[in-house]
């Protein structure tokens, strides 16, 4: 892989960028600011740019089948309309965690929802993983922790990455035809001094792309775990990358200024905008979120 050049493209300065998605029909990426309650859309072409504002903290949004987008607020599953900027609850979440909110997501092949929680306060184990499918909510049965990341998808279907960002863990685990999930296995440990494991992103020759916040960039994982290259940025929290435009071999990458004092923002003027670079490989068209009726 030819060495990536990462480019500021949007001076949005978010507080917590994450969530990065590319819509082709659309042109456009989309993605979230979790701490400022903002969501995002921005067109690489021509550079135009649009936000709304959210009524609780936006973990991801995603584009849904039929139209309209998918965001996951703190208190559950949102369907929210670009035109009219309207919210409407599809399902709830996790009432009886008040503390938690929603935090990464993907969608499967067949339209389903895989997305995780996490303890607002970055404390307590009380972090799940879920699918939502058919209207209904289902707990993958993955044991809990502070702050999930991912999921991702393999190019088949047939691994599930799951990250335990504190621990600096990002594992595997086999994803059945019937939708269950196997033992997880570990697939990468992120050292200590080189940032936590963010948002992963899996490319078109099924290696993972995974965010580093506190690292000052992005790596890039083989299937069998081996890293295999690193993408350095000009600031330190990078959160999660989306293949986008032409032949899906540009990465998108929202970056966060959270966690920054007076000093280091002096010194990352870019910290929190949406950067760009060539990735040197395609990756994964995206799918769209299939809501029950």
Same mark, same amino acid.
């Given at each position: 892989?030819?060495?990536?050049?990462? $480019?500021?493209?949007?001076?949005?300065?978010?507080? !917590?960028?994450?969530?990065?998605?590319?819509?082709?029909?659309?042109?456009?990426?989309?993605?979230?600011?979790?701490?400022?309650?903002?969501?995002?859309?921005?067109?690489?072409?021509? +550079?135009?740019?649009?936000?709304?504002?959210?009524?609780?903290?936006?973990?991801?949004?995603?584009?849904?089948?039929?139209?309209?987008?998918?965001?996951? !607020?703190?208190?559950?599953?949102?369907?929210?309309?670009?035109?009219?900027?309207?919210?409407?609850?599809?399902?709830?979440?996790?009432?009886?965690?008040?503390?938690? /909110?929603?935090?990464?997501?993907?969608?499967?092949?067949?339209?389903?929802?895989?997305? +995780?929680?996490?303890?607002?306060?970055?404390?307590?184990?009380?972090?799940?993983?879920?699918?939502?499918?058919?209207? /209904? !909510?289902?707990?993958?049965?993955?044991?809990?922790?502070?702050?999930?990341?991912?999921?991702?998808?393999?190019?088949? @279907?047939?691994?599930?990455?799951?990250?335990?960002?504190?621990?600096?863990?990002?594992?595997?685990?086999?994803?059945?035809?019937? &939708? $269950?999930?196997?033992?997880?296995?570990?697939? &990468?440990?992120?050292?200590? @001094?080189?940032?936590?494991?963010?948002?992963? $992103?899996?490319?078109?020759?099924?290696?993972?792309?995974?965010?580093?916040?506190?690292?000052?960039?992005?790596?890039?994982?083989?299937?069998?775990?081996?890293?295999?290259?690193?993408?350095?940025?000009?600031? &330190?929290?990078? $959160?999660?990358?989306?293949?986008?435009?032409?032949? !899906?071999?540009?990465?998108?990458?929202?970056?966060?200024?959270?966690?920054?004092?007076?000093?280091?923002?002096?010194?990352?003027?870019?910290?929190?905008?949406?950067? &760009?670079?060539?990735?040197?490989?395609?990756?994964?068209?995206?799918?769209?979120?299939?809501?029950?009726?």
């Amino acid at each position: 892989m030819a060495a990536a050049h990462p $480019t500021s493209i949007y001076a949005v300065g978010a507080t !917590l960028g994450e969530g990065p998605v590319w819509v082709a029909s659309d042109a456009a990426v989309w993605f979230v600011d979790i701490k400022e309650r903002r969501l995002h859309y921005f067109r690489p072409d021509d +550079g135009l740019a649009r936000s709304w504002n959210a009524p609780a903290q936006p973990g991801w949004i995603l584009p849904v089948a039929g139209g309209g987008m998918l965001v996951g !607020l703190q208190d559950g599953l949102h369907r929210f309309n670009p035109e009219t900027g309207g919210f409407n609850l599809v399902h709830e979440t996790e009432p009886h965690l008040p503390g938690n /909110r929603l935090n990464d997501a993907v969608v499967d092949a067949k339209g389903h929802l895989w997305f +995780g929680s996490m303890d607002d306060d970055e404390a307590a184990e009380t972090g799940r993983l879920y699918r939502f499918a058919d209207g /209904r !909510l289902h707990d993958s049965g993955v044991a809990p922790v502070v702050i999930t990341n991912g999921p991702a998808l393999s190019p088949d @279907g047939a691994t599930l990455y799951h990250t335990d960002t504190l621990r600096g863990l990002i594992w595997a685990i086999a994803r059945h035809d019937d &939708a $269950t999930l196997g033992t997880p296995r570990l697939f &990468a440990e992120i050292e200590q @001094g080189a940032g936590y494991p963010d948002g992963p $992103t899996i490319d078109a020759e099924g290696c993972v792309w995974t965010g580093l916040f506190g690292g000052w960039g992005v790596r890039r994982y083989a299937p069998d775990g081996r890293l295999i290259a690193t993408v350095p940025f000009p600031v &330190a929290n990078v $959160t999660k990358i989306a293949f986008g435009g032409d032949g !899906l071999t540009t990465a998108y990458a929202t970056t966060a200024r959270k966690g920054l004092d007076d000093r280091a923002l002096q010194d990352q003027p870019l910290a929190g905008d949406l950067f &760009a670079f060539d990735a040197g490989v395609a990756g994964l068209a995206g799918h769209r979120v299939v809501l029950a009726g």
